[in-house]
């Protein structure tokens, strides 16, 4: 019963993404364009060339993180909307090793940076905690205005102190040394940093499913009021739920810098926090399915791009296909619900 339980929500699923492509396809169409041609080329470019390929798994890093920074906090009833802050405060707070830290040791200081991103991340995530539990402050919009206050907070720093001199218009600080960077795999973009969301989807579902702890945290989610009466300490679990969260995605923001950038710039999150809240509500919270979800919102990214040289159409254009997944996506569960 648990297989076919878990294989009709997929199914459904299915369903809502291939209307999506079906109703995007009839938009193209208006638009005087051709959309077989076009969903081919995409097909051909993202999953037929080992440079689309490495640049989803480039995307998938930072969507997979914050959408378990998303999805911890939702097992005990938290929506946080925050994973875009978390990354940057981890981002700046690895920055700050990178640019202070003198150590030669890629084994020294790869590590004291990924410990900075995630205390940054789990820090800032703190703040939505404390405004929750002792002035009773809805998290969902605490963490979404913290999102703007993060960004302005880094640009204090990348238009201010730590301003390289070479950057000239564009502001960023001085590149990482050899032993701040994640080394690259093979001539792409992809680099050593993949693994760890792997390692901690794995961590995760080992955690929430197989734990005792795990299983109290579903409780919490599911009736605070009964978990009280069990003894359970709400607080306790709450706390830690949120600020884990905040730890992952801090710890994408430490990735981004030491794997792709290589610097700490304005932009370093691109609609990464967003996308990784929406790949963990697509999953519906489950840890192995946000793999599934993040790759297909990272090959739709991607995608994205040549849908602008291909066919002349604004990359922007592709996050109507992502709302369309997303709206279809949650349809047919509501439809599933409504036939109880």
């Known amino acids: 019963m648990r297989g076919i339980d878990f294989i009709k929500p997929v199914f459904r699923s299915l369903l809502g993404i291939v209307l999506a492509i079906v109703v995007f396809g009839i938009f193209l169409a208006t638009t005087n364009r051709n959309p077989l041609i076009i969903y081919a080329n995409l097909f051909s470019y993202t999953f037929g060339s080992s440079a689309g390929l490495s640049e989803v798994a480039v995307l998938m890093i930072p969507f997979v993180l914050t959408g378990l920074a998303a999805t911890i906090p939702a097992w005990v009833g938290l929506i946080n909307v925050g994973g875009q802050g978390q990354l940057y405060l981890g981002a700046w707070a690895a920055t700050g090793v990178a640019l202070y830290l003198k150590i030669d040791s ?89 693994f760890l969301p792997l390692l901690a989807v794995t961590a995760c579902y080992l955690v929430f499913g197989r734990t005792t702890w795990g299983y109290n945290m579903r409780a919490v989610g599911g009736n605070v009021n009964a978990s009280v009466r069990r003894g359970i300490p709400v607080t306790r679990y709450i706390v830690v739920a949120m600020l884990i969260g905040g730890a992952i995605a801090g710890l994408a923001g430490m990735i981004q810098v030491a794997g792709i950038h290589r610097h700490l710039r304005p932009d370093i999150d691109v609609q990464y926090g967003t996308m990784g809240f929406l790949a963990s509500w697509l999953a519906r919270h489950d840890p192995i399915l946000l793999l599934g979800t993040a790759f297909l919102l990272s090959s739709i990214m991607v995608g994205g791009d040549l849908l602008q040289i291909s066919a002349s159409f604004p990359s922007a254009g592709i996050y109507i296909l992502i709302g369309l997944v997303f709206f279809c996506v949650l349809g047919f569960r509501r439809l599933r619900v409504g036939a109880k």
């Open 106 to 194: 890629i084994w020294l200081m790869l590590p004291a940076m990924a410990i900075a991103g995630s205390l940054g991340g789990a820090l800032w995530a703190a703040i939505p905690t404390f405004l929750r539990q002792w002035r009773d402050v809805n998290e969902v919009i605490s963490t979404l205005l913290l999102n703007f206050v993060a960004g302005l907070f880094v640009n204090i720093f990348v238009f201010g102190p730590w301003k390289s001199s070479g950057s000239y218009g564009y502001p960023y600080t001085p590149n990482f040394s050899a032993a701040a960077i994640l080394s690259s795999i093979g001539s792409t973009r992809l680099h050593l940093g993949f």
